[in-house]
């Protein structure tokens, strides 16, 4: 219960067009098969290229797709990659890291040399890489993203279950007989998820422009499953024609990449004390004003 | 009196805002430095002492606003209500800084001799080598061994006594006519607290400054002080020289804070003596008199009304309705 | 100091072995037999003969260990293999690319330098203002923005709809502009976030009082005083969107049709020509470490502990 009452506590202070935001992308992820007007894949080749009209309100692509569907089914596509991106990512990365986090000594060490390492290369070009070696496909792009996660996560799980380990109440089950398994199952790994999951939401928006850029180059999700990369690439050679055909899906993806980094940027504690803000401190000299000032 | 007097305070109020709230953590303060003098602010932390000295400059972190009223006359300028860039042109200039803690106040990206060359630069006009030549033999003032090897030396390489040491020659790199030191000696070591005290004493003879020093030290300020103003709660609770002060107390809390101080004829394994109670928080202006609920002396009109600073001639003027009552009441007598 | 950089120098040596290891391994470990590929792409339906001279020629039949010191001497030497597709030899193709790749990346990592700076002054000097908020929009839609659509947003509204710049071509400055502006805009907005936060928590720091106690306007302290103290902070972001940027450059050249290494690397990829992406990861990689190592040595300079410790060492 308690745990919940803090996410709602969390939910209420996250900024409202980042939570707007997101949770329109995530509705609409959800909801895509039943929300999409037209079947996202029906072309008709009389209608291409269509400005938008009330039958189809965003206007048609080149083989005269319905561009609202598409629109609205790529969110599906994202919201679904990311998932799993993040899924595999994190598994991994809690797994190593709670594991250095809880045993110290010399399997940290190991343990996070190699993550050191994982950290120390460009991700994504070995990611590129790999799908160059195995050929591009829907499970090679999300294996490669996760690959280029997984150290990240790692290194905030291992901080992260250092700090859960020294709690003094993890001390006290200790010495009260607790068993290995009981405290890493029952207590470490826990706490160790709930606080990653909160740092894995400023991730997501990276995530999403990385399955975009992947698919955007050719190498990412593979036709015809509608999605936002893919969409603007093939509207590109029409751009002097049908320019919001190009501007519509990185306009879309754009924004909800905001709102995961306006909920990332709220999550991070780079806060510095900034001005007071000018009604404040209207307010407060209001208040002072009632009190009784000294003669002069 | 008032042509001798480089610092006069009188009336101030400090009303201070942030995000969170509004308080006065000054409320009426008023006095003054003689050229050449020190006094001490004491009082515990919380109690104001540090708004008082620095809101008037514009010290204040980002995030905080302060609105002064009453009156700060400076070597004959009137303080409150002067423009940022005119005050710009006082502080480090004719009112020189010192902090608590020299690790944090200076800056750990720069060597230690720009950080006070920028001084002379700023307020004296030097160029950049008559400044740094200004530094060494500011260095040479302040006594740090071996100072050539000093100006390059970054702050971490120094000890914490070394640290102070360039602290103080930043303050009186422009040779001030008023010193500000916030608690100089309490991050340092017992043994190197008196050395920087007899670095202040020499400086001030020699440059005749006047220096505010702010503490909670009572033997700092037996040893430096002339007179001393104890603060409580925003307000002076008593001000007086410090013979006056320190050896025949006269408001409660003064005397129950100089009764808390441990002494040499204690037994061993006597249990430690301090002041019942803890002092209030800061926020809006209280009725009455804020050491009310912890003064052993208290009687009714505490609570209700604010007793103003009074004192005859020969004592410390002291802000307590008992023991003003009692002194009338003698007078009348005589 | 010397000390120091002699363990960095290690640290980059033997990440640089790791960066070859990785890059013959993924070679090795790729699905379906390597001999089998290239002899079909000579002549279909390769005969098992073929095959095996392919492998002869190749050294496909020595053990792993001997494989990998071949190449890795032919590596030393320039000689980086012959692309399956093509089959040019692909040392000579990565020089005459590389100086496109630098360019762009070079010049991208001066524009969003300039930018950042700009960007995060502008928050720094007028806290809470227009300047500020505009320069915290910027960020946010630079680090939100994909880079593709970046690039498309700048050739339509620069080169198509008002003709300002070519888009496409290596002649000249003003055909840079378009794609600097592009590969520069990521870690522009993250570079600006960077100094913005860097200074503002410098001004909080006790020193920026000290300094305001000694007259200096705010503008003073933020540069002479908070400034020399994001450096190493900077230094290091700095080296960490490097590495973006090589992510960046495949897409940013396909888009402008430059023929850099990041556009023959792409055509790798897609194309599964092995020795193409192995040649160009290893291109990648170890511009990556040596651009680490200049972070380090970089941030030794800037930051007066670090320089002392390795003097004492």
Sequence with gaps: MRRLRDLFQALAQLPRLAFLAVGLFVLLGVLAPWLAPYDPNAQDLLAAHADPSWQHWLGTDHLGRDTLSRLIVSARTSLV???????????????????????????????????????????????????????????????????????????????????????????????????????????????????????????????????????????????????????????????????????????????????????????ALNRVPTPLPRRILLKRRAVAAGWKKAAP | MTSTNILQVSHLCVDLYTTRAALRPVDDVSYEVAAGETLAIVGESGSGKTVLNFAPLGLMPTGVVTDLSGSILFDGQQLVGLSEPALRRIRGGKIGTIFQDPMSALNPALRIGRQIAEVAELHLGMTSSQAEARALDLLKLVRMSDPEARLRQYPHELSGGLRQRAMIAIAIAAEPKLLIADEPTTALDVTVQAQIIGLLKDLQRRLNTAIVLITHDMGVVASIAARVAVMYAGRLAEYGSVEEVLLTPRHPYTSGLIAALPSVDDAPGSPFRGLPGTPPVLGAPLPGCAFAPRCPQVIDICARRYPPLAGGAGTAAVACHVVNARQSKEQAHA | MSTLIAIRLRNAVVLLVLATML??????????????????????????????????????????????????????????????????????????????????????????????????????????????????????????????????????????????????????????????????????????????????????????????????????????????????????????????????????????ALKGVADLFLQGVLFRDFMVVQACLLVFLTSFILLNLMVDIGMMFTDPKLRRQGANA
């Design chain 1, 81 to 267: 990659g990311m998932s799993l991106v993040l899924l595999i990512a994190l598994s991994v990365g809690i797994t190593i890291g709670t594991v250095a986090g809880y045993r110290r000594g010399w399997v940290e060490e190991v343990l996070m040399r190699i993550v050191d390492v994982g950290l120390a290369m460009p991700s994504l070009i070995v990611a590129l890489a790999v799908i160059g070696i195995f050929g591009t496909g829907y499970w090679n792009m999300i294996l490669a993203l996760a690959l280029a996660w997984w150290p990240g996560s790692a290194r905030i799980s291992r901080a992260v279950a250092v700090g859960v380990m020294n709690r003094p109440h993890i001390e006290s089950l200790r010495v009260l007989g607790a068993s290995p398994g009981r405290i890493y199952f029952h207590h470490l790994l826990p706490s160790t998820i709930g606080a990653v999951l909160v740092y894995a939401t400023a991730d997501a928006g990276a995530v999403a422009l990385s399955i975009a850029t992947l698919s955007f180059l050719g190498l990412g999700i593979q036709p015809p499953t509608p999605e936002w990369g893919q969409m603007l690439v093939d509207a590109l050679p029409y751009l002097e024609s049908a320019p919001w055909q190009v501007i519509l899906p990185g306009l879309v993806l754009t924004l909800v990449v905001i709102g995961f980094n306006l909920l990332g940027e709220s999550i």
């Design chain 3, 23 to 256: 890059c013959f391994a993924l070679v090795v470990s790729a699905p379906g037999n390597v001999a089998v590929l290239i002899a079909e792409l000579r002549t279909p339906k390769a005969t098992f003969e073929q095959i095996r001279v392919v492998e002869e020629e190749l050294g496909l039949n020595q053990p792993l260990i001997l494989r990998y010191g071949s190449w890795l001497n032919g590596a030393l030497h320039g000689n980086l293999g012959v692309s399956y597709k093509t089959g040019d030899a692909i040392g000579p193709a990565l020089a005459s690319r590389l100086p496109i790749t630098l360019t762009l990346v070079v010049g991208g990592a001066a524009f969003a330098m300039l930018l950042s700076f700009a960007l995060g002054f502008l928050g720094a000097l007028w806290p809470g203002r227009f300047g500020d908020a505009l320069s915290r929009v910027i960020a946010l839609l630079g680090a939100s923005m994909p880079s593709f659509f970046v690039g498309a947003l700048l050739i339509y509204a620069l080169a198509v709809e008002l003709g300002l710049f070519p888009t496409f071509g290596t002649a000249g400055l003003s055909s840079w502009v378009l794609p600097w502006m592009t590969i520069g805009l990521l870690p522009a907005a993250v570079l600006s976030r960077v100094v913005r936060v860097g200074l503002e928590e410098a001004m909080a720091r006790p020193f920026a009082l000290t300094a305001s106690a000694k007259g200096l306007s705010r503008r003073a302290i933020l540069f002479r005083h908070a400034l020399p103290n994001i450096a190493p902070t900077y230094i290091n972001a700095l080296g960490a969107q490097g590495g973006a940027m090589v992510v960046g450059a495949v897409v940013v050249e396909p888009l402008f």
